[in-house]
């Protein structure tokens, strides 16, 4: 997104009315997760912490790591990796929105009971931007998972929403830079289906996924959210409204 994120990181460019690091923060407590940590890269530390401080006015724990260059997303991971302290974990990236009745109470529903992986996939036009999955008929097994290829095998793309086990540091340590000199995320969840510990969930026709990462994306999702809080009433994106929700204040 240049040459803006020459000077601001991508993830505090607003959508609509809020910065784009608020949706997927939001969606993060609407699942009940309370102690999160935000990786960054060195020189936009400082502008997280003023916006989002500690998280203690909301009634979470906001910590932060820093990825000193910019080697893919297992990379991030691997920065905060004292964090997870061998424990279930929650992935998202910044600049993915997820909105839908009921959404965090299902998350929270799934994640609860999960071993191994889960990712959430949903049908788009354009599967070649994204991790691709690609399942057996019956939608019961995955039978591929290939990032970003030039020829998908489906039109199911992987969200920017992961949960793992306490094995994910350990996985992480062992993936290798791709083609693209880069820690995939992709090559990561294919160390979970090696060993037959990965699972899909399709995101519901109601839930609406937008990756926000693209100057299109941007326009779409702020469209969105100001039509959606303008007819509906509703607040999109809000930290402080989930934490009430989820009575965390």
């Not at 097994?141 to 970003?148: D, F, G, N, Y």
């Not at 199911?156 to 086990?165: H, V």
């Not at 306490?166 to 979970?192: C, Q």
Request: glycine content about 8%; charged content about 20%.
């Amino acid at each position: 997104m240049l040459p803006i994120t020459a000077a601001v990181s991508k993830h505090l460019i607003p959508i609509f009315d809020k910065p784009m690091i608020y949706y997927p923060l939001t969606t993060l407590i609407l699942a009940g997760i309370r102690e999160v940590r935000i990786v960054v890269n060195p020189e936009h530390l400082e502008a997280y912490m003023r916006l989002l401080g500690n998280g203690r006015d909301i009634g979470i724990e906001i910590s932060y790591s820093v990825q000193s260059s910019p080697n893919g997303l297992v990379g991030g991971i691997l920065a905060a990796k004292d964090h997870f302290s061998g424990e279930s974990s929650a992935v998202v990236l910044g600049d993915n929105l997820f909105y839908g009745s009921r959404a965090g109470t299902s998350l929270s529903a799934l994640a609860a009971g999960h071993s191994g992986a889960l990712l959430f996939a949903k049908e788009v036009v354009n599967p070649t931007e994204f991790g691709v999955v690609e399942l057996s008929e019956d939608r019961n097994s995955i039978l591929s998972l290939e990032e970003k290829p030039s020829v998908p095998k489906s039109n199911l793309a992987a969200t920017g929403l992961y949960f793992y086990d306490s094995s994910l540091i350990d996985r992480a340590h062992e993936v290798r830079p791709s083609a693209r000199d880069e820690l995939e995320i992709t090559s990561l969840n294919l160390s979970y289906l090696a060993d037959d510990l990965l699972k899909v969930e399709l995101l519901p026709s109601s839930t609406v996924w937008l990756d926000t990462g693209t100057f299109d994306g941007l326009s779409e999702a702020s469209e969105f959210v100001r039509v959606v809080q303008a007819r509906q009433g509703r607040i999109i994106g809000s930290p402080i409204e989930a934490a009430r929700v989820c009575g965390f204040l």
